[in-house]
């Protein structure tokens, strides 16, 4: 980030990130890292919506079905990380957000509503201590 941080000011640009709706929902991404950003294009998308814009966009079939990794190490990938399928994990998300999980199985619901609050401080506004107040 520091690398990304000095060119967009060298040349006044803004830096982009990749994380989308299903990643920030959960906090799967590193705080200062990956989600230390200024923008994020798709951070209102779910991964399975990402997908079909892939789709539309012709991107190839290859890079739209390549396991999702961080890259952290070999062999690394999110979904063997975290547990679930990125679909499971929009159905689950989904369902959260529209309040109507009683057709969700309990366990996943649990480990995704704990995943969720866990990773709350990573989406919460810095806090400002203030003095005398």
Known sequence: ?????????????????????????LGYYTKYGDGGVDILPIGNMFKSQVRELARELDIPRKIIERKPSAGLWQGQFDEDEIGFSYDEMDTILKAIETNNTEDIDKTKLDKITKMTSRSQHKRDAIPVFRHGE
């Open 1 to 25: 980030m520091l690398t990304l941080y000095y060119f967009a000011g060298n040349y006044n640009y803004l830096v982009a990130g990749t994380d989308n709706k299903t990643e920030a929902m």
